[in-house]
C-alpha cells in the first residue's frame, strides 16, 4: 500500500492498555523513542495488534502545540 503520509515512524507494539472504548498502543520506534496511538478496541482487533509485532505509526497533523508552567 501506498500513502500519501510522509511521517512514517517504523517500531515495534511495547505495550497495549485496553479501556471501555478506546486503547493506548504503545510503539517503541527503531530509535528507541516511543510514541502512543490512541486507537478504537476495534482497530486494536481488526488490525491483530499485539506486542512484538512491527508496525509503522503513521503521523498526520497540521500542527503541533508544546506547553510549559
Do not use: H, Y
Not at 17 to 36: A, R, Y
Not at 43 to 51: C, F, R, S, W
Not at 52 to 65: F, Y
Amino acid at each position: 500500500m501506498r500513502l500519501s503520509t510522509r511521517n512514517q515512524l517504523t517500531g515495534i507494539v511495547a505495550g497495549i492498555k485496553e479501556g471501555s472504548v478506546m486503547t493506548i498502543v504503545t510503539v517503541t520506534l527503531d530509535g528507541g523513542q516511543q510514541v502512543t496511538a490512541s486507537v478504537t478496541r476495534d482497530a486494536v482487533e481488526e488490525l491483530g495488534l499485539q506486542v512484538g509485532q512491527p508496525v509503522t505509526a503513521l503521523v498526520k497533523s497540521t500542527e503541533v502545540m508544546l506547553g510549559v508552567e
